[in-house]
């Protein structure tokens, strides 16, 4: 592939993860801090994404995938993207908002599929060359926390349309990317096994691997209460620039990406996965029991633990995952998985953190709420440390001798599959 080429590549991956980072780490801070939304309104707005995410393989599959080129299809949605943004930003009543950023979030999480499908078109080396666009990505959502913390714009409503206005320069930056048709003939027959194959569905037999899918599912719920309430808590327990800090947590995810092989031989699957689920409980608890003054190394104990909680968990996981699906369904079978774990799962988590912030909020002057956060941290620290015990001591490996070569075979292409992982959902 040209230097050419991979630098288009990139800035698409850059501008992308940029629009996401602008406007989801902050939108509950203005929404609590300026618009008094409550907890469950907050968290139905974060959890807007999981939404997208159950339809989005539905929207790739069933029409991007037979009938329009990628890049057009990509315009499209960015641009009916940056309206949407544009009017979000502009609302009042949660009546009115959370409608547009549900439509939104329709438009925007297929896109993240698809620029990964258009860049992966033009490769001629997916395993050398992907890692290198895709980290674009990372330095985006990066970018965006930085800009925001710095400028203070974190409890109001010009990051959303500073997400809209990159959103509409993607689109028609999109319609300069190659051009890059269907591959699936228009003539094939529409059907749900065109998304969920029998083949991947059938995954689910087996015990250990239905196990570590409900475990999956069951940790996204917790996971919600970091994705859509920790701007707003650093924010109200007084931490300065907290969405800068924040994409701490994104460099922290990069590290780590280097160092899954390493942790990869050493502690295998289940305990790599052991691992994501615990840093998932030891970062509630530091946020429970941290401060912004002699406290403070808590709370950057926990951004920075996110590389280990997503890389650990997620990533391992779809290694884990492409590893039990036969080669001609394994894509189909990491559908399936992000379906129920970012799709479903963060959507029943949207619902319950929203509800668990509410039951412990305080009245405020002017109408501004505060909250029992180190309740609120507790209770996902107990919910996280519940699934954790479920699947230690349900789930084992029990492989024969030929599956563990491959094993050890797969290891050497982890990197290759953590990027893959890096562009599914929130970091």
């Known amino acids: 592939m040209k230097l050419l080429m991979q630098t288009r590549l990139s800035a698409m991956m850059f501008v992308e993860y940029f629009v996401w980072g602008a406007w989801y780490v902050t939108v509950g801070t203005w929404l609590a801090g300026t618009l008094h939304f409550t907890g469950q309104q907050i968290g139905l707005a974060a959890g807007a994404t999981a939404v997208g995410a159950v339809i989005a393989p539905f929207f790739v599959g069933l029409v991007a995938d037979r009938f329009f080129a990628t890049e057009k299809v990509l315009a499209l949605l960015h641009g009916i993207g940056a309206v949407l943004l544009f009017t979000a930003s502009m609302q009042i009543t949660f009546s009115m908002f959370y409608p547009v950023i549900l ?99 059938a995954l689910l037999k087996a015990r250990d691997t239905l196990i570590f899918v409900i475990a999956s599912f069951l940790i996204c719920i917790p996971l919600q209460f970091y994705y859509a309430f920790t701007n707003l808590f650093l924010n109200q327990a007084g931490v300065q ?9 994104q460099m922290s995810e990069v590290i780590c990406m280097l160092l899954i092989p390493w ?55 779809q290694i884990y995952i492409d590893h039990k699906a036969d080669a001609g369904f394994r894509a189909a079978a990491q559908g399936l998985i992000t379906f129920i774990t970012y799709g479903l799962g963060m959507f029943v988590g949207s619902w319950l953190s929203g509800a668990v912030v509410d039951h412990y909020a305080l009245a405020a002057p002017r109408g501004a709420m505060t909250y029992e956060w180190k309740s609120i941290w ?35 292409n982890v990197v290759e599959a953590s990027d893959t992982v890096m562009g599914s959902l929130p970091q």
């Open 263 to 317: 942790f990869f031989r050493r502690l295998g699957v289940k305990y790599m996965l052991v691992a994501g689920m615990g840093a998932w409980v030891l970062r509630y608890l530091l946020f429970a029991y941290g401060n912004p003054t002699d406290g403070m190394w808590m709370f950057w104990g926990g951004i920075l633990l996110h590389g280990i909680c997503y890389d650990f968990f997620f990533v391992t996981g």
């Open 241 to 249: 620039n907290a969405a800068g800090k924040m994409t701490g947590g």
């Open 103 to 201: 439509l939104y979030c329709v438009c925007f999480m297929p896109t993240l599929a698809l620029t990964n499908s258009l860049a992966f078109r033009q490769m001629t080396d997916t395993k050398a060359q992907f890692g290198g666009i895709r980290v674009l990505g990372s330095l985006g959502w990066i970018a965006a926390g930085l800009l925001i913390g710095y400028l203070r714009l974190e409890p109001t409503r010009i990051p959303m349309m500073m997400a809209a206005a990159f959103s509409g320069i993607m689109a028609i930056y999109c319609l300069t990317l190659p051009h890059t048709p269907p591959l699936i003939s228009r003539s094939e027959r529409l059907s749900l096994s065109s998304i969920f194959p029998r083949e991947a569905v």
């Open 378 to 412: 507790l209770i996902s620290a107990v919910i996280s440390g519940a699934v954790l015990l479920f699947f230690l001591f349900t789930f084992s490996e029990k492989e024969d001798s030929e599956k563990e070569n491959a094993q050890k075979e797969d290891t050497q």
